[in-house]
């Protein structure tokens, strides 16, 4: 039982708790509609559009949540970002709850503040990604496994309820992203290193909760089933074509990223964590096993694959949850030290700058930044462009064709009326989803063809000569930041556009055409 100076700070502490949540919810839903989709919330959205059980890239659980939101909201940027936020302050419940579970209410709302305050869990707070639904399944099925295998946990219930609990948690992660494969495999590793554990598998409760994990994710198995898994493919053998030998470069792009997503000082702390659960564990510690298993393997394994593929920002985050919160505790337990107290304050305090910087960039352009990353900006300048080319071609309006599935996805939202729009599929390349969407477009229409500077249409000529009638080059778009250019936009018109003789889902594209 806690004592009573810890009970009653606990109780002082939840209005401030619930106060600064709702103030972090407020002003998201002001920047949410400030600031234009990133390209991967616009592909999302056009995943709303087309809904199904899943798609070629992605499990569907985000496209659900964001289509809910629209269906009662409408399709607005708040509306759209909305999941996001309400997420990142269900997660950040968890990983309060997560830490004053394991070690006190103070490790826990310092896990909380320090996730907000990074680049990675505050920034995807506002952007709608598959990462969104992941990280909260992950983190509430690593609290609800600290009932089952810890000594003083609470055990599986009246009917095992809490391995049903898990389960279908594992399945909703399942259903958002396929990394979430891993995590079954973390909560068996975890049953087979804590004595709890071990004997929780001698009962049939975590069996049958697979057999639920399943069902849950079944919508996926029966879209790929009727669709040659092509997902599986995507996410296999598409990848491994991508794999050409091993890349110093990409390390370091790694790290980088890395550093940026949680925070220089934060990422060398989670780091050094790491090594001390792996020792921890080895001891004996049960909390360390616990924490350890949900992050050590999985930072190693995107660690070891980093000199191979790039492996991108948000791919590592369910790996950082538990880091946080063993971090965060070893803060806590070392705060009479003031290099400690400064360093962790330096940490935070380093990542939310970078936070906020990330933040403020669509909207102040003097804040530097290297343009051709930017990719929050420009759309409606974009977009107000191809309109002027759409009325001026006459009526109807031609298609839009986006070259890669950014440009497609912006303009689908951003024009007026918000028209079908297509991509590569449309040329004969690899459109991810669109493929499967390319026939709700008639041939023999006229088409407009935007290509971004920043994914050039190599082949141009050769590709739009296969697919037009007779082809046009119209004045380029050049799309700011303020002032200051972020990229340029090359635009053709396409008369008589007509499918390429082979759509290209028949064979899903490399990964390397998106996945992200």
């Known amino acids: 039982m806690p004592r009573t100076s810890e009970r009653t700070s606990q109780a002082r502490g939840w209005p401030w708790g619930l106060a600064a949540t709702c103030g972090l919810i407020l002003l998201r839903l002001a920047y949410a509609a400030r600031v234009e989709l990133a390209p991967q919330e616009a592909y999302y959205w056009q995943y709303t559009r087309h809904l199904d059980w899943s798609y070629l ?25 909305l999941p996001a936020i309400l997420s990142s302050a269900a997660l950040s419940w968890v990983l309060y709850s997560l830490g004053k579970r394991l070690y006190s209410p103070a490790v826990g709302m310092l896990t909380a503040v320090a996730a907000n305050a990074t680049v990675l869990f505050g920034l995807g707070a506002v952007v709608m990604t598959p990462d969104v639904p992941l990280v909260l399944f992950w983190a509430a099925a690593l609290r609800v496994l600290c009932e089952l295998v810890l000594p003083d946990g609470r055990g599986p219930g009246r009917f095992g309820w809490r391995w ?13 992203k396929y990394t979430a494969a891993l995590l079954p495999l973390q909560v068996l590793a975890t049953a087979l ?4 554990g071990r004997a929780a598998l001698r009962t049939a409760h975590p069996y049958a909760a697979c ?13 790929n089933q009727a669709h040659g898994w092509a997902s599986f493919a995507f996410q296999t053998t598409g990848r491994a074509r991508t794999v050409d030998g091993f890349h110093g470069y990409l390390v370091g792009r790694y790290l980088g990223l890395q550093a940026v997503a949680v925070g220089p000082l934060l990422y060398v702390a989670l780091l050094l964590t790491a090594g001390v659960l792996v020792r921890q564990a080895w001891r004996g510690d049960v909390r360390a096993r616990l924490l350890g298993v949900a992050s050590v393997p999985g930072l190693a394994a995107f660690t070891l694959v980093s000199p191979l593929h790039w ?6 985050a369910p790996a950082y949850l538990g880091l946080m919160v063993a971090a965060a505790a070893g803060a806590w337990a070392l705060r009479q030290h003031r290099a400690v107290r400064g360093y962790a304050a330096l940490s ?13 960039m669509p909207l102040c352009p003097w ?3 290297r343009e051709r990353d930017n990719l929050v900006s420009g759309w409606r300048e974009l977009a107000d462009a191809v309109q002027r080319h759409r009325e001026a071609a006459g009526s109807p309006a031609p298609l839009v064709v986006g070259w890669g599935y950014k440009t497609a996805s912006e303009l689908a939202y951003y024009l007026p009326g918000r028209p079908e729009t297509q991509s590569d599929s449309a040329l004969g390349g690899d459109g991810l989803a669109y493929g499967f969407w390319l026939d709700r477009v008639s041939p023999g229409v006229d088409a407009l063809v935007v290509e971004d500077a920043r994914q050039p249409l190599r082949d141009a000529a050769t590709r739009l000569e296969a697919h037009c009638g007779a082809v046009k080059e119209l004045p380029s778009v050049t799309v700011h930041r303020g002032p200051r250019p972020v990229t340029t936009f090359r635009v053709w018109s ?3 556009w007509h499918a390429p003789r082979e759509v290209a889902v028949r064979q899903p594209p490399p990964a390397s055409a998106g996945g992200r």
Request: charged residues 10%; hydrophobic residues 55%.
């Open 311 to 316: 492996v991108k920002m948000n791919w590592v």
């Open 193 to 196: 290193v804590t004595p709890r």
């Open 348 to 360: 935070v305090g380093v990542g939310a700058v970078l936070m906020t910087g990330m933040y403020l």
């Open 57 to 81: 890239d992605h499990p569907p659980m985000c496209a659900w949540w964001m289509a809910l939101s629209v269906r009662l909201l409408g399709d607005s940027q708040v509306a759209l970002r």
């Open 367 to 369: 804040i530097p930044f």
């Open 211 to 223: 057999v639920l994990m399943l069902a849950v994710f079944s919508p996926v198995l029966v879209w």
């Open 494 to 496: 396409c008369q008589r």
């Open 164 to 176: 049903y609990l898990l389960g279908a948690l594992c399945g909703g992660g399942l259903l958002s």
